[in-house]
């Protein structure tokens, strides 16, 4: 490891314990290959650890124990990799329309072992409807505002389940945006600032739940 990637070691060891190895392999086939086949940019190489991977793993303290996930519009894996890898418990499908994003996405579970828990469907949010009401937790990380991505993805979530948009800065914008059409579906929003580890900056997470009995 390069010392700019010294301090990533330390976390991403905490952070996934025995995964690590596991976490590591990810991060390579995103820097060889993700970077050979356009899925991540050749800058963005060198900050892998800190803008994609804590980033998208921070989400897993928001995710309940043990349900079922799906990640719409997983790109290159993420948040899905991230968390399936950080958190044994859960199955994760990662959804994605696009061919060759599609084919690492099968490559990297089949690298890493991953195949009994994570699997790779192509297909889009929007006509997925047969996998109704299933889902515990519906991650998405920079796919569609907030209104969209739940119009796309609200009857896949399961009726105790959370839609958890990984937002940045314009969580609280699009959950105020989204406010109305939230209400007309009986679902509420709010935002929670959650981290990989304290040495990390934060995700802000839209996340989208069932509106309380008698609201
Ligand atoms: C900006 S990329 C983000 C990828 C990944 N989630 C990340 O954070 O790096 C947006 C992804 O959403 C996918 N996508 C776009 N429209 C979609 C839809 N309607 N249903 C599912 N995925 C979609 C794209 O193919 C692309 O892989």
Redesign the pocket.
């Known amino acids: 490891m390069i010392e700019a990637d010294a301090a990533a070691g330390d976390i991403a060891s905490d952070v996934f314990g025995p995964g690590l190895a596991t976490a590591e392999a990810y991060v390579e086939l995103l820097r060889t290959v993700g970077v050979e086949w356009g899925l991540i940019g050749p800058r963005e190489s060198a900050r892998i650890w800190e803008r994609?991977i804590f980033n998208?793993v921070a989400v897993r303290e928001v995710v309940a124990p043990g349900v079922s996930v799906v990640?719409?519009?997983?790109?290159?894996?993420?948040?899905?990799i991230p968390l399936a890898i950080a958190r044994p418990d859960l199955r994760v499908t990662l959804?994605?329309?696009?061919l060759r994003?599609v084919t690492f996405l099968e490559r990297v579970v089949s690298e890493l072992a991953l195949g009994e828990r994570v699997r790779v469907v192509r297909?889009?949010?929007?006509?997925?409807g047969q996998e109704d009401g299933r889902f515990g937790a519906v991650v998405?990380?920079?796919?569609?505002p907030l209104d969209r991505l739940v119009g796309?993805t609200r009857g896949l979530r399961s009726p105790g389940g959370a839609i958890l948009a990984?937002k940045g800065s314009r969580a609280e914008s699009e959950v105020a945006a989204a406010a109305a059409m939230l209400r007309t579906w009986r679902l509420q929003a709010d935002v929670v600032e959650v981290r990989a580890d304290v040495r990390c900056e934060a995700t802000r997470v839209a996340r989208v739940t069932a509106l309380a009995r008698g609201k």
Do not use: K, Y
Not at 71 to 80: K, N
Not at 123 to 128: I, T, V
Not at 140 to 144: D, E, F, L, N
């Open positions: 994609h998208s990640d719409v519009g997983s790109g290159a894996g993420l948040p899905g959804l994605e329309p696009l994003r297909g889009r949010a929007e006509d997925w998405s990380r920079a796919v569609a796309w990984l």
